[in-house]
């Protein structure tokens, strides 16, 4: 038997179980949730199978219109095949937590995206094709539309705004597509890698920036983001943790790899300096901008844009520990991100409400959901041993070689810029983590809150799952990398050996460190006498359960800073969000013509004698 | 089996004269005999796919008769139309019980498609007109069959604007008479091959040009669009916007510019003009509409854009003597979705008016949340915004797929990028219905209402599968039978006229 053939099976079966199900009338609620989970298994199976099977192929003849050869090509390539077993990993799981969440409208439409959003990407990550690239492209974006609306009344808002934004940058997409198939003369992207396309002229330029469009849309970079937080607001967490946290980000970054190192070659040092341009701003604005958030969850939303700037500067770097550190981080950033916005959706769940002012003290109430997010906060904020600091390590690593190295480029020469962007964005995302921990988990617990319990076996299970694949992905990072990523780049193991960072050693040292600190602190404790009285202010007595230091004005300071503060208030206000702005553009051409349409009918008969007055011009020739 | 011609005319209009006997007493009998008919068009619309042929009239030989042409431009409409007039009758059954005068309904619509009809199957300008003129008559009563302000407004614009076109049509034949001594298309055609284009006939074009434009709404002609779509019953804004516009309008231009006059640069440059302002007027005047049905309708000038630029790229393309595969694939994209837009534009038409008898009202801001009350209709609705906004693998996708990859080819990349954005504005503006309507929080008094049920649902269901399975019509069987003959019908220009003259 032709093993190619689990390939199709592994797309279509869950396209089409997906499509089925979102037609299916609302009563039947069992039938869907039960379908979308032995599907989700199946695709998990199938990704490891197509794994372990190395590379495979599959072909299938549809169209021939006039010379164009719309052939269905699935392959799979190490890349390709790794990030796959992953993201059909990431689908189940949230499929599993999914069971037990109760704040989803129209449970068919849910479970339906669910199954068209694991297919969709299968066939993304699988497709040598790239017109078919941009059909499932497009099918993962209308299931995110749909999944968004499944998140109640305030929904629609941000699933509209997720649709026209994802979807200009997939019109962008299909432009350059049909670009770069004018300038090679085929679709096929085994082919074109043979004799990738220069950037040289503004064809090939405009073309990459257009696929360079697609690409940092779907992953939520600067300055197209703006659709990531808007939606983290309104949708179902759960929906946040598949897409936003983990398969957009795989997608997009794979997309920007094939482009990179596939589709063409970079030959203009000016496109190096906007890539690695985008990648900074896009680390240092958005933490900046989530360190002064409210909401749990417009708050993880900001650092799911933030980090997408690490993966974006290490493609930039153009080194092979820049790359190999960017899939790694792509990698790590969809386990810690998942579990964030999973322990973000079980407090929700628990206590809710996502706002950071009414949650406090869950620590003790919840206390899987706080160790499991603990891990992913330190995950995301480059703590070692956790997996988060070995691909900003990789990342760093390959900005100084960029640097150091002899090539004479603008991004180059601007390393130190990329550099200082990146430390300081690791330590601002570390900052807004602890105001994170604290005001959800630890500070004093509100009275509303006192019968908060931990989530369901299923629910906890998926967290737990992900945070021990941080601590394993940071202890043995030698594991992923040289099983998945030095193979899916054809990078030697070698060659891209970085720092000399003996994780074993360094985490004994850590654990041993916590462990005299714990010491240090308890023995303190003992020892020393503490005396509690009420608060006493301005002559009124206050107990002490009144006093709440909530967290949410720990970095006031910042937001507050001249010149700053009027930057903050204008992103509050929209004024830096594309969407609004080209918004505003259309509508205001919209009503210039509405001013035209006067409705009054001699207007119109003006303009029926003016256009037979151009049309006999330019037939009978008249000049 | 070869269908005799005639009988496409005959079947509506015979039922049409036949319905108002029925009056009050046999309203049932009335809707069941024109459903009979449509049903039995569509039927005879699908055994005449892939033929050719000539009917003449009485035996009449050319030029001295009247002849009726099949060929795969008209065997393509006629499949258009049946299609979406027999939905659009099956709608009615349900839907038309909240207005009086039935059989009057009825043999209005017959009568309106019957004039398509011959229209799409008339081998002669004069009797093309005459045709056209039964259509757009009987599609003016049909504006304002609701008798209500507004509806009576619209009609009297439809009607100054409409008569104008006819006038201008009316004078271009006319003039070409004159100059050619017949009013066989073919032979008219063969007049203008072998003595050349006077000044007389360039004048003509330019008429048939601004007369055609008028009944298609081409920018700057489209005023009276707006107006009167919305006004119409549901099921007649489905008519006028799927398919009259394209016969009376798209169809009839194409046929006169490529097929008796020949194109040339200048007419090529002007159809793909008219393609792209129509796209970007009818876009941007979409989204700021607040009324459902109002929205359609400029979206449909929108989209007539596109059909008009498929043909008019394919036109100039040919007109540059390119490369004639390159123009095939842009009028074949052109054509695809001229059939797309049918099937998919009517259904929207057919949903607006289930929410507006659900509902009682048109406009977006007095709904939300509907998703739950109305769930059929949001589905069927939810198919049509992906298929006309081009979401694969709905069949807008293909279609516009299919015009980019030819502008590309052909080297218009500005042409592309336009087609890209607009769509993405079609995207924008469908997301905007869905938002307003169907999603967000239902309003106080909307808590009790309904799903509609019956024909009214079953003409949308078979509606809306068309739209998921229309992709499956560019598989090679299906597009060597339907597309390929339409196609070159328009790509051989003025050969037209010895096919016919030798069959």
């Known amino acids: ?623 | 089996m070869s269908v005799p011609l005639p009988v496409f005319v005959a079947i509506p209009l015979v039922t049409a004269f036949l319905l108002p006997v029925f009056a009050k007493r046999g309203k049932a009998v009335a809707t069941v005999l024109a459903n009979l008919a449509t049903i039995s068009l569509l039927v005879l619309a699908i055994a005449s796919i892939g033929q050719s042929r000539v009917y003449e009239v009485g035996r009449w030989s050319i030029p001295l008769g009247i002849n009726l042409v099949l060929d795969g431009l008209s065997s393509l409409l006629l499949l258009a139309i049946s299609v979406v007039s027999t939905a659009a009758m099956f709608f009615s059954i349900r839907y038309m019980e909240q207005y009086t005068a039935r059989a009057k309904y009825l043999s209005l619509f017959l009568l309106m498609v019957a004039g398509m009809n011959g229209v799409v199957l008339s081998g002669d300008i004069f009797n093309l007109f005459v045709f056209l003129e039964i259509a757009s008559l009987a599609s003016y009563a049909l504006v304002g069959f609701g008798c209500g302000h507004e509806e009576l407004e619209a009609s009297f614009k439809y009607m100054v604007l409409g008569s104008i076109g006819s006038i201008f049509i009316l004078f271009a034949v006319a003039l070409v008479y004159g100059n050619t001594g017949s009013l066989n298309m073919a032979y008219i055609s063969e007049a203008i091959q072998s003595n050349g284009l006077n000044p007389g006939l360039t004048f003509a074009l330019g008429l048939f040009i601004v007369g055609f434009g008028l009944k298609a709404a081409l920018v700057p002609f489209h005023a009276w669009l707006p107006d009167a779509h919305p006004s119409a019953p549901a099921p007649i804004s489905a008519m006028l916007s799927g398919i009259l516009i394209k016969t009376l309008g798209v169809y009839a231009l194409a046929r006169v510019v490529f097929n008796i006059f020949g194109i040339s640069l200048a007419t090529g440059w002007l159809l793909l003009t008219f393609g792209i302002v129509g796209m970007l007027v009818g876009a941007f005047m979409a989204f700021g509409q607040w009324d459902l049905k109002r929205l359609l309708a400029y979206s449909s000038i929108s989209q007539v854009g596109y059909v008009m630029l498929g043909i008019g790229l394919g036109g100039l393309i040919i007109a540059k003597d390119g490369n004639l595969a390159w123009a095939s694939l842009a009028i074949l994209g052109g054509l695809f979705h001229l059939l797309n837009h049918a099937v998919y534009k009517s259904l929207l038409f057919l949903t607006s008016g289930s929410i507006q008898m659900s509902t009682g009202t048109r406009q977006l801001r007095e709904m939300g949340g509907l998703a739950e009350k109305l769930p059929v209709t949001r589905a069927t609705c939810t198919v049509a915004s992906a298929a006309i906004a081009g979401i694969p693998p709905f069949s807008g996708f293909w279609s516009k797929l299919i015009l980019v990859i030819a502008s590309v080819q052909a080297g218009y990349y500005w042409v592309a990028a336009i087609i890209v954005f607009v769509s993405l504005c079609t995207l924008i503006m469908y997301l905007k219905v869905q938002r307003y309507v169907f999603l967000g929080e239902l309003p106080e008094n909307l808590q009790e209402i309904t799903e509609n049920r019956g024909s009214m649902l079953v003409a949308m269901v078979s509606l809306a599968c068309l739209c998921v399975l229309m992709g499956l019509l560019l598989t090679p069987g299906l597009r060597a039978s339907i597309f390929a003959p339409a196609v070159k019908v328009l790509v051989d220009g003025v050969s037209y006229s010895a096919n016919v003259i030798g069959m």
Not at chain 1, 30 to 38: D, E, G, H, N, V
Not at chain 1, 218 to 241: D, F, I, N, Q, R
Not at chain 1, 558 to 566: A, D, E, F, W, Y
């Open chain 1, 1 to 623: 038997m032709n093993l190619g053939k689990i390939l199709p099976i592994l797309v279509f079966l869950p396209l089409a179980v997906g499509f089925v199900l979102l037609f299916l009338p609302n009563k039947i609620k069992f039938l869907s949730k039960a379908l979308a989970l032995i599907i989700s298994v199946i695709a998990f199976a199938l990704g490891i199978r197509i794994f372990s099977l190395g590379q495979l192929d599959y072909s299938f003849p549809v169209l021939q219109i006039g010379n164009v050869n719309l052939e269905l090509l699935l392959s799979a390539k190490p890349l390709g095949a790794f990030i796959l077993m992953f993201a059909m990993g990431f689908g189940l799981l949230i499929t599993l937590y999914s069971l037990k969440v109760h704040a989803i409208h129209n449970t068919n439409i849910y479970y339906g995206a669910i199954l068209l959003t694991i297919g969709g990407s299968a066939g993304i990550l699988l497709s040598n094709h790239l017109l078919f690239l941009l059909i499932f492209w497009e099918m993962v974006t209308a299931s995110l539309y749909l999944l968004i609306t499944t998140g109640g009344k305030n929904s629609n808002f941000a699933a509209t705004k997720s649709f026209a934004m994802i979807g200009a940058s997939d019109a962008a997409f299909l432009l350059g597509i049909l670009m770069v198939w004018a300038l090679s003369g085929t679709f096929v992207i085994s082919e074109i890698a043979k004799g990738p396309v220069a950037t040289t002229s503004s064809i090939p330029i405009i073309a990459f920036l257009l696929l360079l469009t697609a690409a940092i849309t779907k992953a939520g970079a600067l300055p197209l983001h703006t659709w990531l937080p808007t939606s983290g607001e309104y949708a179902p967490v759960s929906v946040m943790a598949l897409l936003p946290a983990a398969l957009d980000k795989l997608l997009g970054i794979y997309l920007l790899v094939i482009i990179v190192r596939e589709i063409f070659v970079l030959k203009s040092a000016a496109l190096g300096v906007v890539l690695a341009f985008i990648g900074a701003a896009t680390i240092i604005i958005a933490v900046m901008v989530a360190m002064v958030q409210h909401n749990l969850k417009k708050l993880l939303s900001y650092h799911a844009i933030s980090q997408v700037g690490y993966m974006v500067l290490g493609i930039a770097t153009g080194t092979p520990v820049g790359i190999a550190g960017a899939i790694f981080h792509m990698l790590n950033n969809a386990i810690y991100k998942c579990c964030l916005f999973l322990c973000g959706g079980a407090v929700e769940q628990q206590a809710g409400t996502p706002e950071l002012d009414k949650l406090g003290g869950l620590g003790k109430k919840m206390p899987i959901t706080f160790i499991t997010c603990l891990i992913a906060a330190l995950s995301i904020s480059g703590i070692p041993p956790f997996n988060g600091f070995v691909s900003k390590w990789m990342v760093y690593q390959g900005i100084i070689q960029m640097g150091t190295s002899a090539q004479a480029g603008g991004a180059a020469k601007l390393w130190p810029i990329w550099f200082t962007c990146a430390m300081f964005g690791s330590a601002l995302t570390l900052a807004s983590f602890v105001k994170l921990i604290h005001s959800t988990f630890l500070s004093r617990l509100p009275e509303e809150l006192k019968d908060v319990k931990e989530v369901s076996p299923l629910q906890t299970g998926p967290m737990i799952v992900l945070a021990s694949l941080c601590v394993f992905l940071g202890i043995f990072y030698h594991v992923p990398l040289k099983y998945f990523i030095y193979p899916a780049l054809d990078i030697e193991p070698g060659t891209a050996i970085f720092g000399t960072w003996a994780s074993g050693l360094a985490t004994l040292l850590l654990v041993a460190g916590i462990i005299i600190g714990g010491l240090i602190l308890a023995v303190s404790l003992l020892s020393r006498k503490v005396r509690i009285v009420p608060t006493w202010t301005c002559g009124e007595v206050q107990t002490n359960d009144q006093m709440r230091i909530s967290g949410t004005h720990f970095y006031k300071t910042v937001s507050s800073m001249g010149g700053l503060r009027q930057l903050y208030t204008g992103q509050e206000k929209g004024h830096f969000d594309t969407y609004n702005q080209s918004g505003r553009l259309g509508l205001a051409l919209t009503e210039f013509l509405r001013w035209l349409h006067s409705g009054i009918l001699p207007v119109y008969l003006t303009w029926v004698t003016l256009g037979l007055l151009i049309v006999l011009f330019i037939v009978c020739k008249i000049w």
